[in-house]
C-alpha cells in the first residue's frame, strides 16, 4: 500500500513530509464474498462459508450474518457464529423469499429483516422463537430491492431504506406506522438512487448509500441535503453500486463498491472535503456491506455507525 504524502510549499521552497498511512481491519460480506474478516495487512484472517447479506462483529467477537438463501435456509435466515470454533450458536431460518439484514438488540434479541409477499421485520429471541412481527410498507412487485439494511434507532424505531420506492421510512415498531419518509429521488428517478444503507447519524442528520446512483448523501431531519460524495467529487470511478457506508469516528465516511470486479477497488474511505485517504482493492468481488473494526491497531469504540 502506498504511503500518503503531503506536499508543503514554503518560502519557495517543496517539501516533502510522510504521513501516517491509513490502516483498517473489517469484516465484508457479499454473495460471492460470503463473510470475511481482512487484516490490517490486507489478508484474510477469518472466513465463514455462508453466503451473507449483512453482518456484525459483535462486542464478544461473535460474528452476525444475515444469510442469503443457502443449504438449511432455503429463504435466507440469520447466525450467530462464535468465531474461535465458527460453532453456530444461534441460528434462524426465514419465512419469506429473503432475508436482507440483522441486528443484535440491547436485550439479546435479534433483529431479523424479511423480503418477499409481507415484507416485515421480525424480532426473534435467542431460541429462535418470534417474538414480535412488524409489516413493511414498501413495493412487492421486486422481493429483492424490498429493503436492504434496516436498523433500530436509540428511540427504539425502525429506520428502513426502501430501494425502489426511493425512500427512507421511519417505523413506529408495533403497529408499522410510517412516522417520517426521506425521499432519495431529488436527480429524478432515472438516475436509480436507490437507497441502500440508512445511518441516524449522533448529530440527527442521516447518512444514505445510493446504490446504482453511486452517491452517498448526508440529509438533515428536513431530508435536506447537507453533504454529499459522487466520483465526479473524487476525479475517478472508485464508487460502482454504493451500498455500504459507514461514519468512522474522525468524521469520515467508508463506502463500498459492490459492482467492483477484479483490480478494480472495493472499499475507499473518504474525508469531509472529498479526498480519499485509504482505498482497499483486495478482493475479486464487491461487499453488499462491511464494517470497519480497527484503525492502525485501534477498535473502533463504541456502535459502529453502519
Not at 69 to 96: D, M
Request: net charge positive.
Amino acid at each position: 500500500m502506498k504511503r500518503l504524502l503531503i506536499l508543503t510549499v514554503l518560502a519557495g521552497s517543496t517539501l516533502l513530509t510522510s504521513a501516517t498511512e491509513i490502516t483498517h481491519s473489517f469484516l465484508g460480506v457479499g454473495k460471492a464474498n460470503q463473510a470475511t474478516i481482512i487484516g490490517e495487512d490486507g489478508n484474510v484472517t477469518w472466513k465463514a462459508d455462508f453466503p451473507a447479506s449483512d453482518g456484525w462483529v459483535l462486542p464478544n467477537g461473535n460474528v452476525l450474518l444475515a444469510l442469503y438463501k443457502c443449504e438449511g435456509f432455503p429463504n435466507g435466515g440469520a447466525v450467530e457464529i462464535e468465531r474461535s470454533t465458527k460453532k453456530v450458536l444461534f441460528r434462524y431460518v426465514g419465512q419469506q423469499k429473503e432475508t436482507s439484514a440483522v441486528e443484535k438488540l440491547a436485550n439479546g434479541n435479534y433483529l431479523v429483516t424479511e423480503l418477499g409477499p409481507k415484507p416485515q421485520v421480525v424480532e426473534v429471541n435467542s431460541n429462535g422463537k418470534v417474538i414480535k412481527t412488524t409489516p413493511l410498507a414498501c413495493q412487492k412487485k421486486n422481493a429483492h430491492m424490498q429493503t436492504r439494511m434496516l436498523r433500530q434507532l436509540p428511540n427504539g424505531n425502525y429506520l428502513a431504506p426502501h430501494l425502489f420506492d426511493f425512500v427512507v421510512n421511519e417505523y413506529e415498531p408495533v403497529t408499522g406506522k410510517v412516522l417520517k419518509s426521506f425521499p432519495t429521488d431529488d436527480r429524478g428517478r432515472e438516475k436509480k438512487d436507490w437507497p441502500f444503507t440508512a445511518i441516524r447519524l449522533a448529530n440527527g442528520n442521516m447518512l444514505i448509500g445510493c446504490t446504482n446512483g453511486n452517491r452517498v448523501i448526508e440529509i438533515d431531519a428536513d431530508g435536506k441535503i447537507v453533504w454529499r460524495v459522487n466520483n465526479d467529487d473524487l476525479g475517478e470511478e472508485l464508487i460502482r453500486d454504493a451500498c455500504g457506508v459507514q461514519r468512522l469516528p474522525n468524521g469520515n465516511t467508508v463506502i463500498t463498491s459492490y459492482y467492483a470486479k477484479g483490480d478494480q477497488v472495493n472499499l475507499i474511505e473518504v474525508s469531509r472535503e472529498k479526498k480519499v485517504v485509504w482505498r482497499y482493492s483486495g478482493s475479486k468481488h464487491g461487499y453488499h456491506h462491511f464494517q470497519i473494526l480497527t484503525t492502525n491497531g485501534k477498535p473502533i469504540e463504541g456502535k459502529p455507525m453502519r
